[in-house]
Structures are given as C-alpha cells and as structure tokens.
C-alpha cells in the first residue's frame, strides 16, 4: 500500500467519461496525487478549500474548464487546472493551455513519471490569478523546466537577469517572474533602455522636482518610484549609458533614490529584473558594462532559448496568435502543410518574427484555413524545410517562360509562385489602397516593400501598378 507523504497534492477530479480505476488510483498516489471525494455541494466547497489543483477531462471542446474557473471564482478560489485530453486531440490542448490550463497530459497516460513531472510544474494557489487566462507559452520541455525555474526564482527576492536573443521572449518571463513572485499585486513597471535618448532616461529611472530644470513645472515619480511594492524591468540593460550604471549600481545597493533637483532621499521597495541579448562579459572586457553592476543585477540568471531549440513551442503559439489576432466570429486554423514548413523554419526572429508570419497569414488567408500558400517568411531564402520551388523561381534568373507563367491578370499563378513571398505581397497591394497600407498588413515597413519590389523587378517579376 501506498503512504502519502506530506508532498502529496490534493486533487479534486473530474472526468465525464469514466471513473478512476483501482489501479490506476494506487499509480497516482504514488505520484503524490491524492484524490478528493465529491458527492455533495459541501464535498465540492471543503474540497475546494482542500485541493491544491483541479483535474479536468476535456471531452472535444474547453466548456467543462470554464465552467470549472467560473465555479472556483465563485467561491472564491485560484487553484490550477490540469488537463486530461485525447491523444489525437492536440489542438484541444493547446485551447486548454490557452483558457488558463497549467499543463495537459494524454487521457490514457497513467505513469508515475509523468504525473510526478506534471505536479512539480503546478503552481500554487496564490500565483494563479483569478479571471485572467494565459498569456504565455511554455509548452516545449526546454520552456516547462525554465518556467518552474523561473517560478522558483519568483518566491524570492534576488535580482534576475533574462539573456537570450532578441524576439525570444525575454519580456515575458519577466512578466511571469513578477506575476508568480509575492509582489504580483504590485505594479510592473517596465522600460526599453535602448528606446530612449541618453538624456531623457535618467529622468524616466529617477525622477525630477518642480523646477529642478527648465520646463520642469511639476515633480515626476520616476519608474522606480512607480514600481514601489511591485517590480521594475529594465529591458536591454546593456545599453544604458555607463555614467548611469554608476547611479544605478547606487541605488541597488543603498535601495533609495533622490530626484534630480530634490534633497530628500525616497527609500524603495522594488525588485529588479534585466534583460539583455548582448554577452555581458564581453561588454564588461571592452569597457561598456560595469563588473560591479553586472554582479549586482544577475544574483540569478535566466536563459531564454532561440525558438529553435524549442520546437514543442511553435504551434502552441500559433494557436495563441490566431486567437488573439484572427477574427472573433469563427476559428482559424492551420493545414498540415502549414503546420510543417512552421515547423521545420529556422526562425531566425523568434517569437516576434512567428508573430509576424502568422497576422500576415491572416491577411492573406481567404478561408478558414492558413495554408502553405499563405505563409511568408522573413527570410525568404533560408526556409529549413524542403526546397521551395518559389524560392528556386525567385532566385533564378527571370526568362520569358517564368514570367509568363506568373501573369497576375489572370490568376495563374503557377503552385510554386502561390507559395512565395512575391505572391503575398502581390495579393497585399492588390487589396490596398496604396504601398503604405500594404506594408503595414505585410508587417513590414514601406522601406522594406520598395527595396523587395525593387529585387523582383530586377528579376523580370510582373509588378502590379502602383497604388
């Protein structure tokens, strides 16, 4: 017989289909798993009082995970979902993360193993907050064990520095340090380093009294004063100005700051967390960063993964992406084509450059489903999967068969230009009302339409008038 151990999760357990046998009932204990009796409306309350997570058993769509938020909600309770769905029902779970579901495992998976990895990333009560679903992907094994990490690094109190390269994410994982950390009911106050002129970000940081400068006629609260109680997140921290680490290095480690122009010093209650995509050490060796500020920021650092080297992360983000940005009245989904070139794409932007390709998708897209023809790629000759028959066109020199063959007119179209950058960015000027608003549905700038158009014409591509 199973003990239970003091590290056992108690679980209230719902499953519409079938109950949970003895057997698999002793695998479950032994992963820690203790199941909670319901049978009454006074079962379900105690239970909910008792349970640190609720298991659900999705049967084709996420209402039964709704239902039970709304129901927790209503007694006044935050406790984490897992998800048991079908094996065949990929996309399901994926909803389910989405709707606020910690994790998802297969409905007939009964292994210790399993269960025991499941119950160590469920989060307390307390880090999950009510009414808000997730707004974060940590799918992949690589991305599961860096949001336990970075959950563990929340209950505490030290400096984190977020590196990884740009596009990966890095904000984000600053959000769930804030949110999984006891000061998730303070403010989060964030701040791009790099996106400021070097004379403005002092008082951004800092703050100013009335009068302190001229056009200085009311005081300002500088971010740190802001995120008192809460936290402060300095983005791309390698480029703030070397003068200013010296004034930042004194406030991390006096925890007070003064305003420009005041006196009075204004003590802080702040957690610090910094992100960079630049190898510190290196900027340290060539004199840009200071050794002394690089020790006090990263008493525990965080490595945000190329996405790449996370690929159980890629269509889940998909899913996220066209729900947040596809239509309200109907649900848009991938081809299995689609689903494969996402895929095998090297993605040499990361989430940011996913993002892109997904919203032109959505452009470009004239049904409910995104297909292969409907994805364009940033880098348009470093696709990782087969070679593309488009690409091969484009980077060829034009003759009079390719170019007849691509008559815009007519709509044919040949299948290899259907699925190239040049069709998709054909189609956005052919429903624009000039090249401005083209590019800004293509996701990129109108510098960047003038010198791709200027790269087709120079290989015999037929051009659409412009606008």
């Known amino acids: 017989m199973t003990t239970l151990t003091q590290t056992s999760h108690p679980a209230l357990w719902l499953d519409p289909k079938s109950s949970v046998g003895s057997v698999e009932r002793e695998q479950l204990l032994e992963a820690g798993l203790q199941l909670l009796p319901v049978a009454t409306l006074q079962d379900l309350k105690l239970g909910l009082a008792r349970a640190r997570l609720v298991v659900i058993r999705l049967m084709g769509d996420t209402g039964l995970l709704e239902e039970v938020r709304k129901l927790t909600q209503a007694f006044g309770h935050a406790i ?3 998800c048991r769905v079908e094996r065949n029902q990929f996309e399901l779970g994926i909803e389910a993360m989405r709707r606020g579901a910690y994790h998802v495992l297969s409905a007939d998976d009964w ?5 025991r990895s499941a119950l160590a990333l469920a989060p307390t009560r307390n880090e999950v907050p009510k009414n808000s679903p997730q707004t974060f992907v940590f799918v992949d094994p690589v991305s599961q064990h860096l949001l336990e990490l970075a ?21 984000v994982l600053a959000r769930v340090l804030h949110d999984a950390s006891p000061r998730r009911n303070g403010p989060f106050v964030a701040m791009n380093c790099a996106a400021l002129p070097e004379n403005l970000i002092e008082d951004m940081l800092f703050g100013h009294e009335k009068g302190a400068f001229t056009g200085a006629l009311k005081e300002h609260r500088g971010l740190f004063e802001q995120a008192q109680g809460g936290t402060i997140f300095l983005d791309e921290i390698a480029e703030m100005p ?23 010093p204004v003590e802080l209650d702040v ?3 910094a992100a960079t995509n630049k190898d510190l050490r290196e900027a340290i060796s060539s004199r840009e960063f200071r050794e002394d500020l690089y020790f006090r920021i990263s008493a525990f650092k965080l490595s945000v993964m190329p996405l790449r080297d996370r690929p159980g992360d890629i269509l889940p983000l998909v899913s996220q992406f066209l729900s947040n940005y596809g239509p309200d009245d109907r649900q848009i989904r991938l081809s299995e084509r689609a689903a494969e070139m996402l895929q095998q794409y090297s993605w040499p932007g990361n989430v940011r450059e996913l993002q892109n390709v997904v919203q032109r998708a959505l452009v470009l897209s004239n049904s409910d489903m995104i297909d292969e023809a409907d994805l364009m790629f940033d880098e348009w000759e470093s696709h990782a999967a087969e070679p593309n028959k488009a690409i091969e066109l484009l980077s060829a ?22 699925s190239s950058e040049y069709q998709a960015i054909m189609a956005a000027i052919r429903s624009s009302s000039n090249r401005s608003e083209a590019a800004k549905k293509l996701g990129i700038s109108p510098r ?14 037929p051009l659409l008038a412009a606008a």
């Not at 991390?252 to 420009?260: P, V, W």
């Not at 003038?450 to 591509?461: I, N, P, S, T, V």
Request: proline share 3%; aromatic share 4%; no cysteine.
């Open 448 to 461: 960047s339409l003038r010198y791709k158009m200027a790269q087709f014409r120079d290989r015999g591509l």
């Open 111 to 115: 292994s210790v193993d399993a269960w």
């Open 80 to 82: 984490p979902v897992l």
């Open 151 to 171: 959950r563990r690094v929340a209950q505490t109190q030290v400096s984190a520095l977020i590196v990884g390269p740009t596009g990966a994410g890095k904000d």
């Open 271 to 273: 957690r610090l967390v």
């Open 397 to 418: 020199p034009a003759t009079a068969e390719t170019t007849s063959a691509t008559a815009i007119e007519d709509g044919a179209l040949s299948t290899a230009v259907k």
């Open 242 to 264: 070397y003068h200013l680490q010296t004034k930042l290095l004194r406030v991390l480690q006096e925890r007070k700051i003064t305003r420009l122009g005041g006196n009075a």
